[in-house]
């Protein structure tokens, strides 16, 4: 069974930082996309970041202030989030794709979910 457990969610203070993880299980997702999205309160899921082998792509609203990563060894993904904004505040969930194909921005593409783990940003 494939699990995603992400870890690293809390609140911050505007301007802060926090790093999120993602620890795959019962799967390697080494040759295949993971990414990140989030949902805020009351909103649709939207993109954040994704990543396979060394491309990455991101969110306009957050380019250049998020970093994702991965380490294949680990089977984990991170994403640095820096100097964040009470816009950011929402459920991050980690997602990994089933295939080499699709369009990495949208959650289609991605058929393993964790269960998410909630971003506070205080203004």
């Known amino acids: 069974q494939v699990q995603l457990v992400e870890s690293g969610g809390g609140l911050v203070q505007a301007g802060g930082s926090l790093r999120l993880s993602c620890t795959a299980s019962?799967?390697?997702?080494?040759?295949?996309?993971m990414g990140w999205f989030r949902q805020a309160s009351g909103k649709e899921r939207e993109f954040v970041a994704a990543t396979r082998w060394s491309s990455t792509f991101y969110a306009d609203s957050v380019k250049g202030r998020f970093t994702i990563s991965r380490d294949n060894a680990k089977n984990t993904v991170y994403l640095q989030m820096n100097s964040l904004k009470p816009e950011d505040t929402a459920v991050y969930y980690c997602?990994?794709?089933?295939?080499?194909?699709?369009?990495?921005?949208?959650?289609?593409?991605?058929?393993?979910w964790g269960q998410g783990t909630q971003v506070t940003v205080s203004s």
């Open positions: 019962g799967r390697t997702f080494v040759r295949y996309a």
């Open positions: 997602a990994g794709a089933t295939g080499g194909g699709g369009n990495y921005y949208f959650p289609s593409t991605y058929g393993h």
